[in-house]
DNA sequence: GTTAATTGTGTCACTGAGACACAAAGATAA
DNA sequence: TTATCTTTGTGTCTCAGTGACACAATTAAC
């Protein structure tokens, strides 16, 4: 921008996006907003937005923040994408965008989401068929990728569900997010090599035998499986 | 976005730099540049510094470009690490680092490297000794951690290798970025379940059998294993 | 020739995912 | 009540790939 002491270098605008996935209806969603200013005024973009030096101790705050003001609630998962930059992908000129993935009880955020006509959730083909601003779609579906690549040796997706929840929403939201099915057995045995949940008590669920309520254990590090489940 | 004017923040400083590793005499080492200047003047620091938006297209392009200019040859492999971001990093104030890290054979390398006097390759358990500038020995810390874990299930680190290889060679870097034994039979049974290495002829080793030459075949993606080694 | 060193092969045990059968428990309808 | 349907949970077999280790093959040094 203007010139700078520090450097003889224009330094590009910085800014931080995230990729807010939920499952829902056992189908993967993204939250998106609706643009209200130029360039693609109208069209929908992950949220974020600029670094507030005074406020975000970190770039991790900055992603929070903005979350934050979409969903009224803190993602259960944060995590560093890639950092995006060049000149093409924004009119404006070169750009450099931080992006985070991160993961939310679809409960929890959704009750705020509908109050508002700026946002939204938009499962994956819909990305097809919405405008979508700057080079999001394909920041999306690189989150995705990396998403079902952690999915398969790790049990981060558990922070797509509520706080109590059955194997079988296990299941379903490990469904959603490879495309694939899932063995309940395979599941059964990593949540007990995994020892980051207890169950509670019981629950009904749509016709059939009671399903136990797993929550997870306070505390807990993320386990990571040294196999992965099968592509 | 935010509805803000861009010029309302301050835009952080923001630089690239890169963790290169190598492999000599079976020790894991990581290239780093004496400062020429304040903060830190005289201290070891990463290789890196501002993106030139007129010759850099991307991000990547300034990391290979930096690196290219201590040790005069592209890196063989390069990938994002992280993005760090805060005031407490760098005393000039808020500032934003790209960080990415790179593999490179010792010997194409460390020609150019020899010459000069201000970089140099140090093994990890010097960086407790020498006087490191920033939070730069975090930050290898944490690359160094990310490569061992990529070890496990890729075979991402024959590009601390020159061209032509031997199997013995290959366990001696992964036993250096692992820091623990592995089983040459391991290693064969990747190498040909991977099939993207070819033998050539034949080549002399310190005393012993004398040891098949591999070299990677051309135009092949990077193998990931669904299986890791055991940790 | 003998020995030492390294490369390469054969094979057994173990672990965890995939697959599938089947039992257990509740809902619904006759 | 009984029969049926649905979902949950268990038992178990197969299969693939790693770890471990024994052993054969090949070359240098003495």
């Avoid at 990729?19 to 109208?42: N, Q």
């Avoid at 973009?45 to 770039?59: C, M, Q």
């Avoid at 797993?214 to 499986?225: E, L, Q, S, T």
């Amino acid at each position: 921008m203007s010139g700078n002491k520090d450097s003889d270098f224009k330094n590009p605008l910085f800014t931080v996006d995230s990729v807010l996935f939920t499952v829902i209806d056992k189908e993967l969603k993204v939250l998106l907003v609706k643009r209200a200013s130029e360039p693609y005024i109208g069209c929908w973009a992950l949220p974020g937005g600029f670094i507030d030096i005074d406020i975000d101790h970190s770039a991790d705050m900055t992603a929070l923040r903005k979350l934050k003001e979409k969903t009224n609630v803190a993602p259960q998962y944060l995590e560093q994408l890639h950092t995006y930059s060049g000149l093409a992908r924004d009119p404006r000129g070169y750009s450099v965008t931080l992006v985070y993935y991160a993961l939310t009880s679809a409960v929890e955020a959704s009750t705020h989401i509908e109050t508002v006509d700026d946002a939204k959730w938009v499962s994956i083909e819909e990305l097809d068929i919405l405008p979508i601003a700057f080079d999001h779609k394909h920041i999306i579906e690189h989150a995705q990728q990396r998403l079902k690549q952690k999915a398969l040796y790790s049990m981060v997706p558990i922070f797509c569900l509520p706080e109590l929840f059955t194997i079988g929403q296990f299941k379903s939201v490990l469904e959603a997010i490879l495309g694939k099915p899932v063995q309940r057995k395979t599941i059964i045995r990593r949540i007990d090599a995994a020892d980051i949940l207890e169950k509670v008590d019981e629950k009904i669920k749509s016709g059939g035998r009671l399903a136990h309520l797993y929550k997870v254990k306070p505390n807990v590090d993320i386990v990571n499986f040294e196999r992965n489940l099968s592509y």
